[in-house]
């Protein structure tokens, strides 16, 4: 198996992955999006609600916020020593306590561990009018994916390579040079060649004359591989833990194997 990065940021990683199957790269995009412990809002009491937004509406508002925290710092409520009541080490509790005129910001949630924050301090909650007040204490906890969508920690996704061939020289490479939606097509003489941008949409092979001249079609051993972060973990982190995640099934699977007789 290959690995090349083509694109690398905090938020977003983009790779080649060269020599495996599609199932091995859709458990690592399934585990990626669905089976990272990730931090979010559980649980809100509200003591003054004086917006024109009901509580629940701000619940859910709040449960969307990514916050940057340590998974080696948290224990999911489920398996932690306090058993589920809530302690500093499964739970993040916030506070918010605002007066309008203004408009309350992520920036605004007071966090009772200082290594846990909003990713972004400009995500706007609810807007108070002249008098209005909030006030309401917030609980984070740790989920994933699979339990409920606002745990989900990326989006991650993959395309097949896309190859080119010219079975017989095209008479219009210009036409389908130019038909190509996400110009990654390219004709020289009697070759064509695509980059990674070619999202195999055919295009290229419906206006080429004659017809059957040009053949695209994705490699299923080399794949296009993205993962973006939608929380507050970074997008290597997220990709390293599914590959853990995987790398553990795998070894429950050998001790059970080795356990039978
Ligand atoms: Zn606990």
Redesign the pocket.
Known sequence: MKVDIIQKSDRKITFLLEGTTPQFANAIRRISMVEIPNLAVTYVDFSKNDSVLYDETIAHRLALIPFVFNVKDF?F?ET???E????????VVFAVNKKGPCTVYSKDIKSSNKSVTPLYESIPIVELLDGQEIKFAAAASLGTGRDHAKFTAAVSFYRYYPNVKMNTQVKNPEICIKNCPKNALDIKGNKATVNTDCDLCKECIRVAEPKDSLNIWGDDTKFIFTVESISGLNAEEILTTAIKILKDKASDLEKGIKKMK
């Open positions: 224990e409520k932690c020593s306090c589920g009541k809530g302690c500093t080490l499964c739970e």
